[in-house]
């Protein structure tokens, strides 16, 4: 009934591109319910696009739309697209050698995109500029970012950089300010001017790697939030030593989609709780919610030089499961009637090398954009559940 009545409302036409392999376990289905769609809105025109024997068209519209895997759905409005993967259409099982449809979330995943491209109001997310930060325009495979930014753009969110020092202030259309692998400490009224703005509804990620001060820790420690200086080592999730798969998560809306998917961070810091600061009021308290751990083996290194490696105990290593991720928010006003307020929310990771060009694996990206929607309140753009198959 939610699709139904999305449909019916719709003005404008919105194209749908389909880039499927017909031999794709998914193309029948996806096939069935885009003309289910097509029923109840003839203002959806639809385009099946094959990656194999469309060559010319595959690559005009690759082009256009950005498109870089075999088997997306491209949805545009008005020149307003969103680009839907396939891990988003479904959770497939390959562990016996036969791909098999555990669950089908194709109408939430096309639903959530064409009222996303319908919206004419296209957010603003701003990347920090001016401190060593992560560069969106380098393509460079470890240290770029411009990656997470065209995976963005295709979300139909417009990406910008922010010298903080030039412009003064966070410009008024900043609907997210990402603070992405700071390597030079910024200035106290840079610092000031973020937490000020982060105060009054602002919404904020913070990509921390180890070994690097950003400033903004003192900030950081008000929100409930305690960056130590260590590296995380987990021996019973890592391939190489150096990185920590990560999939055990804790409720959240931020999470609540990703099932046991990991995303790979690389030498991550712990992200805790910081239980030192007083309790307020509820209404006035942060709260802080761990996203993201790693197993019970694992432990928060003070010491990454030792060789080897060690828990010691009795030092300042912390015992695992270690948090390498929180979402923080203040200022909810659900449940309290004649209260509009929109809350301040933050996200703050212990690594930002799981966004590099790199990283960016089917989980990091699905961490990353999920929280980024939870911060521009796209979570939940339709609550439709995944059909079991």
């Excluded at 449909?7 to 069935?32: A, C, M, R």
Aim: proline share 5%.
């Amino acid at each position: 009934s939610k699709t139904i009545s999305l449909l019916e409302s719709l003005e404008k036409p919105v194209e749908i591109t389909v880039f499927f392999q017909p031999g794709n376990v998914l193309y029948d289905d996806i096939h069935n319910l885009l003309r289910e769609y097509q029923f109840h809105c003839p203002r959806l025109n639809i385009q099946w696009v094959d990656p194999d024997r469309d060559i010319a068209q595959t690559e005009e519209l690759a082009v256009k739309y950005q498109v870089t895997d075999p088997n997306v759905v491209v949805f545009d409005c008005g020149g307003r697209s969103k680009y839907v993967r396939i891990d988003e259409i479904a959770v497939i099982d390959a562990s016996s050698g036969i791909e098999r449809i555990r669950s089908f979330k194709g109408e939430l995943a096309f639903s959530s995109a064409i009222q996303g491209v319908v919206q004419d109001v296209v957010p603003k997310v701003y990347f920090l500029t001016g401190h060593g930060e992560r560069d969106i325009t380098s393509f460079d495979r470890r240290t770029g970012f411009s990656g997470a930014a065209q995976l963005i753009a295709r979300d139909n969110i417009e990406v910008k950089p922010l010298l903080l020092s030039a412009e003064k202030q966070i410009p008024a259309d900043c609907a997210v300010l990402i603070v992405a692998g700071v390597s030079q400490s910024m200035s106290k009224a840079e610092a000031d001017l973020i937490s000020v703005w982060l105060r009054r509804s602002g919404r904020l990620m913070v990509l921390a790697d180890a070994g690097q001060t950003s400033g903004l820790e003192k900030m950081l420690q008000e929100w409930g939030v305690l960056l130590r200086n260590d590296v995380v080592i987990d021996p019973d999730r890592t391939l190489t030593g150096r990185e920590v798969f990560a999939s055990a998560y804790n409720r959240h809306p931020i999470t609540a989609k990703l099932g046991t998917t990991a995303a790979i961070f690389h030498l991550p810091r712990s992200v805790e709780l910081d239980y030192t600061q007083p309790k307020t009021a509820s209404a006035d308290r942060p709260q802080v919610t761990q996203l993201a751990l790693s197993s019970k083996n694992s432990w928060a290194e003070t010491q990454p030089d030792q060789v080897p490696a060690k828990f010691d105990k009795g030092t300042d290593d912390l015992a695992g499961p270690v948090s390498l991720a929180v979402a923080v928010e203040k200022g909810d006003t659900a449940g309290l009637l004649d209260m509009q307020i929109r809350p301040s929310r933050m996200v703050v990771f212990g690594d930002s090398g799981f966004v590099s060009n790199s990283g960016l694996t089917g989980g990091d990206t699905s961490l990353f954009m999920s929280s980024l929607n939870w911060l521009l309140n796209r979570e939940e753009l339709m609550a439709i559940p995944p059909k079991v198959v």
